[in-house]
């Protein structure tokens, strides 16, 4: 069982030929409203490639809150544990210009009242997958690692947004996943190769460093060794999802039981197909689309 807690958001979606400099207004025809927030983005990535999910947040009492709901319950996914704020459900303003780049503003509403807590002790055991990100207040989502390591679940953490992190954080993370800004920003390194840096922290932490690395695909350091995999060549779109699909799909593969190199492998080529439609969420792939591209994308090489 994979667990997400995180953050769940209507996003707004602008399509404009530029995006707007500063001062600057942009026009478009229309919008249209999709359900994201890397949370859910990360948990529908997931049941879409396959896994059973159990997402756990917060939505407002309103009709956004309503709408997303309803899209994750739809896609397969345990709802149970998302509850219902006083705040409003959360919203996201990204524009999408004619190149498929993005820019984003969060107003984080009811994501500000999702807690560890909301998960029980019984549902941390060996077996699950505990994945996270960095959406919700930073204090909840290492409250939760930190008890789902000790009571033997595997953890993952997206760093997404980077921010600082507690003393001591990184020991309870099993696979840590980040870009390169963000690998650059927790850090402070802006030098050293990323590959080096990936290996340090992963001997220092006994964790497993995935970096992703646009369109130079990524890579991963680990205490099993180290693996590099290219990137399938699409026509982007919205690259919105893509990190997020990488995510999920990543730590989908891993809970069912494949290796580091297999849920590479399959999270890089969902990540490029994430980008060939607009919408974090209606965008991810489903796991037959995976499966038919792979050979399209040579496996990950072991790292010197």
Same mark, same amino acid.
């Given at each position: 069982?994979l ?8 996003d707004?979606l ?9 001062g600057?207004?942009v ?11 890397k ?15 159990a997402?756990v947040g ?6 956004h809150?309503r ?16 509850a219902?704020?006083?705040r409003p ?7 999408i210009?004619?190149?498929g780049?993005?820019a984003?503003?969060?107003a984080s ?8 807590d909301q ?9 699950t ?9 930073t204090?909840?989502t ?8 000790g ?20 020991d309870d ?22 590959d080096?840096?990936?290996r340090?922290?992963?001997?220092r932490?006994?964790?497993?460093c995935?970096?992703t690395l &646009?369109g130079?695909? $990524?890579?991963? /350091?680990?205490?099993?060794?180290g693996? !590099?995999? #290219?990137? =399938? +060549? ?15 799909v990543?730590?989908?593969c891993?809970?069912e039981?494949?290796t580091m ?6 999270a890089?080529?969902a ?6 439609a607009? &919408?974090?969420q209606? $965008?991810q792939? /489903?796991?037959d689309?995976?499966e038919? !591209?792979? #050979?399209d =994308? +040579?496996?990950?090489n072991?790292?010197?």
């Amino acid at each position: 069982m994979l667990l997400v807690l995180g953050s769940v958001n209507a996003d707004l979606l602008f399509k404009v030929e530029n995006l707007p400099r500063p001062g600057e207004t942009v026009l478009c025809p229309s919008y249209e409203t999709a359900p994201g927030g890397k949370g859910s983005n990360q948990a529908a990535a997931a049941a879409k490639a396959g896994a059973r999910v159990a997402f756990v947040g917060h939505v407002g009492d309103d009709g956004h809150g309503r709408l997303v709901r309803g899209i994750l319950e739809r896609a397969g996914i345990d709802c149970s544990g998302l509850a219902t704020s006083k705040r409003p459900t959360a919203i996201a303003v990204i524009g999408i210009d004619a190149a498929g780049e993005n820019a984003i503003i969060v107003a984080s509403g009811a994501n500000l009242d999702t807690a560890a807590d909301q998960i029980p002790d019984e549902r941390l055991a060996p077996g699950t997958t505990i994945l996270c990100q960095n959406e919700i207040r930073t204090e909840e989502t290492m409250a939760l690692l930190h008890r789902a390591h000790g009571l033997g679940a595997r953890t993952i953490l997206n760093l997404a947004p980077a921010g600082d992190l507690p003393s001591g954080a990184l020991d309870d993370i099993d696979v840590l996943v980040v870009n390169e800004i963000e690998m650059r920003t927790m850090t402070g390194d802006r030098t050293t190769p990323l590959d080096a840096l990936a290996r340090d922290l992963s001997r220092r932490h006994d964790l497993t460093c995935v970096v992703t690395l &646009g369109g130079r695909g $990524a890579m991963a /350091e680990g205490p099993g060794g180290g693996w !590099r995999v #290219g990137v =399938l +060549p699409v026509r982007p779109v919205d690259t919105t999802g893509a990190g997020d699909a990488f995510a999920g799909v990543l730590a989908a593969c891993l809970d069912e039981g494949r290796t580091m190199a297999e849920a590479l492998h399959r999270a890089s080529v969902a990540a490029a197909l994430a980008c060939e439609a607009v &919408g974090a969420q209606a $965008a991810q792939p /489903e796991r037959d689309a995976i499966e038919r !591209r792979l #050979g399209d =994308l +040579p496996p990950p090489n072991p790292s010197t």
